[in-house]
């Protein structure tokens, strides 16, 4: 079966420095995965995905994530954090036919 | 394109009355899905469907009912409500996957937040 973990609940970090959101998956076959991001009281946006393409993928936003099958991880990074990134974010690993997600992390940016 | 639309935005509902929470899509996509989110939980999958007349339980299926006899429409019953379905309901819509791995992105809607007093 597919798991997802994201190691963080709570991300908290400065306007203008870097941003790390961890995330592990359990797959056995080679698994779809995804990052969405939840602004408050809003739907779900993709921010990127990837899909056995490259395995650093770029997404929205200057968002990025990095596929590490040695170590099943699939961590979002982000050179510089702004105001407006402060939101809730979902590590997604795909099933048959159906994607699993992890509980979320929510990103605090401070000015 | 409107995407995915969901009715009605709030709705507070007493023990035991019924109610449906409509989706609709216009991305002409097989697949859509039903889940209900709550704080630090991440969204639990509550049923979905590979196509028109085809239904399948999610994670916790308990408490409710759908239908699919169109394409576009993906109608979530709750017949008795409770107070533990209190939460912020999200369909979503996508392509069908390619194989078992590979999935394509699924496509929310702005959610429907309901309260059960």
């Known amino acids: 079966a597919q798991s997802v973990t994201q190691l963080d609940s709570h991300v908290s970090v400065s306007e203008g420095t870097p941003v790390l959101l961890r995330c592990n998956y359990s797959?056995?076959?080679?698994?779809?995965l995804f990052w969405y991001v939840q602004h408050p009281n809003k739907g779900l946006q993709l921010l990127l995905k990837y899909t056995s393409a490259a395995t650093l993928v770029k997404g929205i936003n200057g968002f990025e994530a990095e596929f590490k099958k040695s170590e099943t991880s699939f961590h979002l990074t982000k050179p510089s954090a702004h105001m407006s990134d402060a939101a809730e974010y979902f590590c997604?690993?795909?099933?048959?036919?159906?994607?699993?997600f992890g509980a979320g992390t929510i990103l605090r940016v401070k000015s | 394109n409107a995407g995915v639309t969901q009715t009605p935005k709030f709705r507070i509902l007493k023990i035991g009355q019924s109610m449906t929470l409509q989706c609709t899509q216009d991305?002409?996509?097989?697949?859509m899905y039903w889940y209900r989110q709550d704080p630090g939980m991440g969204l639990k999958l509550i049923y979905y469907s590979v196509g028109a007349g085809i239904t399948d339980k999610g994670e916790v299926p308990n408490g409710y009912n759908v239908s699919r006899s169109t394409t576009e429409d993906f109608p979530l019953r709750l017949e008795l409500a409770a107070p533990s379905q209190t939460s912020v309901y999200f369909c979503?819509?996508?392509?069908?996957?390619?194989?078992?791995?590979?999935?394509?992105?699924?496509?929310f809607g702005p959610g429907t937040r309901l309260t059960v007093t």
């Open positions: 797959s056995s076959y080679s698994p779809s």
């Open positions: 979503a819509s996508s392509l069908p996957s390619v194989n078992s791995g590979t999935n394509y992105e699924q496509y």
């Open positions: 997604v690993v795909s099933g048959i036919d159906k994607l699993v």
């Open positions: 991305m002409n996509h097989n697949y």
